[in-house]
């Protein structure tokens, strides 16, 4: 019998139940694995809890890009001593006999892939309007795949197997392709089939339906909502991998699903109401009818706003001229290397250029930067001489179950050029105690744990600030990295001139793996250059009728300081913005204009630099395209109703401001790319209609949820309280 190895892929807390059970269903096979290999996505503390729990497993953490395809890469390089590399997932236990199934139909050569059927466990009862014919929506084996043993075009992700030379010769899962994280994405296992098919014409991969998995379904998973959104992400999927590798191959075995098993479904449906008196067989007709317009539409809409080419990842570096100039490597795990590089140059922690460069090949070599850069010279600070003595500085960082993105986040502030006074981490609404965990554990003595029960980034700012007793307060969010020279950057301003009330820093991209990640720089990022600005109601006003409510060009919440007793004059934060509010955000605009408003400086410093994960998925773009316009609303609304003066301002700069959003020669505009979907320009400009009755609802909300101690004291801690 062929020996096996097992790879399980994994990342939330929350399946750690669940995936100790399907680790306990492989080691209990009748055929022994070789090796079972537990791949960890970007989650320190499950790996090393799964060490602890699981000795006999191999538990390593994803090197690849995050997601289920850099995870699945990973498990393969790490099963090195057989042929065959089977794979299961963290919510799925397999019968006792699964892997003697699987290695049997390895005796024939020809075979290269072994698949087999994936029963559904259902959380709660199966929903009556559920047609069998879209059980892959849940992950599972649907009706109109084959009853016995055939060879089929691609097996289900949840179980499958492969020849180990499969990999070694067409490479591995497309990174970027795929779910990652909660999104509903798929398809990953297709593109990878139809290489196979293709680099061996001859080549079989079988489905064996009695090799079989069991696949829990959560309740969230077999709501309409979920199954809305899984079709659509499924077409967008579809459409990506015909952009890889064309709509022949890739389409054939969905045409027969259509045109043959889902007019099966329907009739069947209706037959079942008419004869049966089933109410549901009239709701599942619907739901195929439904499921296959809203794939249809998800496929359309992502092959419209795409262009021609296929997306190339382009590769984030960091080079210092101080230092030799380093050729840099662009292959990628999945064979696909990247298409270029995006590459901040500096000299120490002075930021001198962003540099973007389309490259053929696996190397940038040294001469082509030379030629790319060009000479560069850094600008030393004209204020450094005016330093004042050090200050004490405090970090707050907000969170909401994303403990292992906190964990990365805290291991690069704990790795600073100057080492913050006070570190406070607001647990903001959290849905587990995750984050409590992994501070107790990792960082314990180092850092204050504040609970913030009532959700919004307003009011866990406004919480971690009545926790801190330093005077210069840095804030920003969960999901970055913290550049070496962040603290000392970022408090240089205010201890070099007391009447700065504020600075924002530079926000890099810390990947670009995805076409959305892309977009989501080119559509604006968050940087805002490269030269320090200033910016205050006198001698530095900025021109227009716009300054300064535009608060957007002062910088972003995920990378801010501010006084605290400048803070506390304007009030603090407002709890009735921000995300997890029901205005979605606008916090940190509000905070900003309430700073110059009052008289202070803001300060740009582009030496404070952060590296922020970008929304890898275009669905999690759509929504944060909307939040952001929501928010912009939200602030707006604000403004207005702390102040009905101002409402003549804004309609006096209202055409200036259509002009910046959406003029044909606005800054915004010219930044898009010409791939980018017309559809996130209006979700955002949606959202800024949406924004003012979202904050209205968020202020009736704010007022109602607010206890005494809720609101912003201006106090001092008391003595030895962090």
Known sequence: MCPIEVVICAYSDERREQLGAAIGSVLNQRLRPERVVVVIDHNERLLRAIRASFPEVEAVANEGTQGLSGARNTGVRACASTDVVAFLDDDAVAEPDWLERLASHYADPAVVGVGGGVLPIWQSDRPSWFPEEFQWVVGCSYRGLPVGLRPVRNPIGCNMSFRRSVFEVVGGFREG??????????????????????????????YDPGAVVHHHVTAERSRWAYFRRRCLAEGRSKSAVVRAVGAGET??????????????GVVRGVADAVTRLDAGGLMRAGAIVAGLALTTAGYLMAKSSRAATTFRPIKVVCIDQEKPLPAIDLSRPDGVPYGGIFCLVRSGPQPLAIVELEHEGLLVQPADLVAKIGSLRSVASTAAHRMRPKERVAVVIATRDRADSLDRCLTSLFDQTRAPDEVVVVDNAPASTATADLLSARYRGRVHYVLEPT?????????????????????TDDDVVLDRHWVEAMAAPMEEDGTVGCVTGLILPAELETRAQVWTERHGGFGKGLQRRAYDLKANRSKGVLFPFTAGQFGSGANMAFRASALRRVGGFDAALGAGTLARGGDDLAAFFAIVNAGFQLVYQPQGIIWHYHRRSEEGMRRQAYCYG?????????????????????????PAGIRHMAGPTSEKTARLPSDYPRRLVWMERLGILAGVPGYLRSLAKRRHDDRPHDGLAARQPAKGEV
């Open 455 to 475: 959700p919004g980034l307003g009011r866990a700012h406004n919480a971690g600030l009545r926790h801190v007793s330093s005077d210069i307060v840095l804030f």
């Open 630 to 654: 929501m928010g912009l609303g939200a602030y707006l609304t604000k403004l207005v109703i702390d102040d009905p003066r101002r409402a003549l301002r804004l309609a006096v700069a209202f």
């Open 251 to 264: 389409l054939g075995a969905e045409r027969a699903y259509v045109t043959r098993t889902l007019p099966a």
């Open 177 to 206: 392709m795929g779910r990652s994280g909660q999104d509903a994405a798929g398809c990953e296992e297709t593109e990878l089939c139809i290489r196979v098919h293709r680099q061996y014409p001859n080549s079989v991969i079988l």
